[in-house]
């Protein structure tokens, strides 16, 4: 009796893992999903364009990593855009992963691009960056309304030259 009860608590326990019942995701969780990865392919192909149907009007952007960029609407994330492109005109963004909850949809992706332009107080390198970021969109009726980002920003200086600062030893 002991040896069937065990049975049938694993049964019921790990049956619906199995079967897929155990992380189901919506249709509107994917078309979420959808949205990003469809913004991610307009950024790599400078499609600023598409984004208008992508992103609301009002959109925020929130980077710790970057906290003196402000990004309060579609038109100044475009512009922020555009200056990122002029740092790494050969940026590319890989998707690593993505999942979606609700009105959230969570990625990790990998950054590449090399440092032809200024960056901020950094003049161009002319290295090669490959940096793991992540970060968080909430949607809102359909489109990208705001993002939470982050990454190390001392891995990217470092990958490009710019830290330790100049005149500073490492030990």
Known sequence: ????????????TFLPLILGCGSSITRQEEINKQLFI?????????NWAALDTQIVANYVRHCQATPEVQVRSLEDFKVYLRQDVATFPDSRITIDKVVAE????????TFTGT???????????NKRMILEFAGI???ENGKLAETWLTWDNMTALAQLGHFPPSGQQTE
């Open 137 to 139: 969109h909430r949607v």
């Open 102 to 109: 609700g009105d959230l949809v969570a990625f990790y992706c």
């Open 1 to 12: 009796m002991k040896r069937v009860c065990a049975l049938l608590m694993a049964a019921v």
């Open 38 to 46: 469809q913004g991610i392919e307009a950024v790599n192909s400078r």
């Open 115 to 125: 440092q032809t332009g200024p960056m901020g107080p950094f003049p161009a390198s």
